[in-house]
């Protein structure tokens, strides 16, 4: 596992490629590691560990939230001060190692394993 600096953007790429990523959200005042597994033009699909998160059943997923809710959800994790500051990280697109993702206004730390 690799911790990089992304954003919705670049965390959807990488979700497109199948590959799982963990995101840090805030839930209910705690934080809350989770992986998002999918999304479509109105949901982010998580599994989500804790049975009281979960609003799902028989999918792949266990979890949905609006783009919005979710942007919410993580941004708060990272206004509280939770999530460590990596100074100088790049998030590489996993369907052409070369190709760099930055976005300097608003990042999260993305784990995925490569």
Same mark, same amino acid.
């Given at each position: 596992?690799?911790?990089? *600096?992304?954003?919705?953007?670049?965390?959807?790429?990488?979700? #497109?490629?199948?590959? &799982?990523?963990?995101?840090?959200?805030?839930?209910?005042?705690?934080?809350?590691? !989770? &992986? !998002?597994?999918?999304?479509?033009?109105?949901?982010?699909? /998580?599994?989500? #560990?804790? =049975?009281?998160?979960?609003?799902?059943?028989?999918?792949?997923?266990?979890?949905?939230?609006?783009? $919005? *809710?979710?942007? *919410?959800l993580w941004n708060? +994790? @990272?206004?509280?001060?939770?999530?460590? *500051?990596? +100074?100088?990280?790049?998030?590489?697109? =996993?369907? #052409?190692?070369?190709?760099? @993702?930055?976005?300097? +206004? #608003?990042?999260?730390? /993305? /784990?995925? $394993?490569?």
């Amino acid at each position: 596992m690799e911790v990089f *600096k992304g954003d919705i953007k670049s965390l959807k790429e990488i979700v #497109s490629h199948n590959i &799982p990523v963990i995101v840090l959200i805030n839930c209910e005042g705690g934080w809350h590691y !989770v &992986p !998002v597994v999918g999304f479509d033009k109105k949901y982010i699909y /998580l599994q989500d #560990s804790v =049975p009281k998160f979960r609003n799902v059943t028989g999918q792949k997923y266990n979890r949905k939230e609006t783009y $919005k *809710k979710f942007e *919410k959800l993580w941004n708060k +994790a @990272v206004e509280d001060g939770v999530q460590k *500051k990596t +100074a100088g990280k790049t998030m590489t697109d =996993p369907s #052409s190692r070369d190709m760099k @993702v930055e976005n300097k +206004a #608003s990042t999260h730390d /993305l /784990l995925y $394993k490569k």
